[in-house]
Structure formats: structure tokens, C-alpha cells
């Protein structure tokens, strides 16, 4: 069972930069496939990005498609999502969240799929 903590948030003006991590214990970080999801005061969450365990396969939303990456390194047990031209509507709480899997490809934009949960990470975009 893997636990998930996330950290890098923080107040930042529009078109400022964030990198937010993961960090993974309690079991081989690498047998898992992230995602990142975030919820906006008075809104459901909603898929951000995702990548597979290996980090050769990745997907995100068209909302942040071209802004923000997600990468990981299974070396020092971290996910990352490095978060450019950020907008005041990407204001909301950031998760990871991560599920084992043997697929090398595998990901999921769909967060019932994710067994595993951060605390969460707040970043607010100021305009």
C-alpha cells in the first residue's frame, strides 16, 4: 500500500510557474500509475494529467494542455506536475493519486480508477 503526499503549492500571480511533487512511501513506487486531479471551491474534482508507471505514457487535460507536464522519477519515489502560465481558474486544491498496475502504458483520466489519495495542495492563482 503506497502513501501520497503532496507538496509546492502556494500563492502565485497569473502567469507565474508552480512545481508541485508527490512523494511516495510504503511500497515500489514504480508499480504504480499517477494521476493529478484538482477540485475548485464549489466544484467536483476533475482530471488533470496522468502518466504510467514507467513515465513513458502520458495524458492531460485540454484545459492544461500545453501549460502544465507531468513527469515522475521512480528513482527518488516522485511524481511531479510542473504547472506554467498559470491562470487564476486553475485556482483549486491539486491531488495525486496513484493505482498498481503491471501495465507499462497503463493510465487513467478517471479517478474512480485511483485507489490511493493525497492530502491535497493548495494553489491559488492571483490575477
Known amino acids: 500500500q503506497v502513501q501520497l503526499v503532496e507538496s509546492g503549492g502556494g500563492l502565485v500571480q497569473a502567469g507565474d510557474s508552480l512545481r508541485l511533487s508527490c512523494a511516495a512511501s510504503g511500497s515500489t513506487f514504480s508499480n504504480y500509475a499517477m494521476g493529478w486531479f484538482r477540485q475548485a471551491p464549489g466544484q467536483e474534482r476533475e482530471f488533470v494529467a496522468a502518466?504510467?508507471?514507467?513515465?513513458?505514457?502520458?495524458n492531460s487535460a485540454d484545459s492544461v494542455k500545453g501549460r502544465f507536464t507531468v513527469s515522475r522519477d521512480n528513482a527518488k519515489n516522485t511524481g511531479f506536475l510542473l504547472m506554467n502560465s498559470l491562470k487564476p481558474e486553475d485556482t483549486a486544491v491539486y491531488y495525486c493519486?496513484?493505482?498498481?498496475?503491471?501495465?507499462?502504458?497503463?493510465?487513467?483520466?478517471?479517478?474512480?480508477?485511483?485507489?490511493?489519495w493525497g492530502q491535497g495542495t493548495q494553489v491559488t492563482v492571483s490575477s
Open positions: 493519486a496513484a493505482v498498481r498496475t503491471y501495465s507499462t502504458t497503463y493510465y487513467s483520466p478517471q479517478q474512480e480508477n485511483y485507489h490511493y
Open positions: 502518466i504510467s508507471r514507467t513515465g513513458g505514457t502520458t
